[in-house]
């Protein structure tokens, strides 16, 4: 076999791959599975994930890159609709505080709603956003031990043995 003989047809099958699938202002990765590419949203974990393979009726198992534009759009449509095709309890968003509505929000407008309920909760002083104001733990941990951000942490030793040597 020399450097010049081709070999088993593998450019042909990557002209095909598609490296990147834009979904929403998302790239995906078009060399991973269907069910792992999804997972690289946010908003879109594993179950999440499975469920959209299932409901565009696409094999979770194949390259996401090598899908016809067909499937390829019906996973694009099932994302952008996903409380359509899902039970309500499993949307991200639901009974929004201004519209009421139960949506499946993801990528960066998940982070952007994230904010605003976070600065709304400053701006009412509610128990959370007095917590997330002050920097500290909001969800009922414990703060006596962890989460300091002060350097020092327990007691100097060595500071009180200098201190004892020069007196």
Excluded: C
């Excluded at 696409?58 to 067909?70: C, I, N, S, W, Y």
């Excluded at 917590?131 to 327990?154: C, D, L, M």
Aim: hydrophobic letters at 30%.
């Amino acid at each position: 076999m020399s450097a010049e003989e081709p070999q088993d047809s593998s450019p042909e099958e990557e002209e095909d791959l598609r490296y990147f699938i834009r979904i929403g202002q998302t790239d995906l990765d078009g060399t991973k599975t269907v069910e792992r590419s999804l997972t690289d949203m946010k908003g879109i974990g594993k179950r999440t994930a499975r469920i959209i393979a299932d409901a565009a009726e696409v094999d979770r198992t194949a390259l996401f890159g090598k899908l016809p534009e067909g499937e390829i759009d019906a996973v694009v449509d099932v994302v952008e609709n996903f409380e359509d095709h899902a039970p309500e309890w499993m949307a991200n968003r639901r009974k929004d505080f201004f519209s009421g509505d139960t949506d499946h929000i993801t990528g960066s407008d998940l982070e952007e709603k994230r904010r605003h309920d976070i600065n709304r909760m400053k701006m009412i002083s509610s128990y959370k956003g007095v917590r997330h104001q002050r920097g500290q733990k909001v969800r009922g941990q414990r703060t006596k031990s962890t989460g300091r951000t002060e350097g020092t942490i327990g007691v100097n030793v060595e500071e009180i043995k200098e201190a004892q040597a020069e007196e």
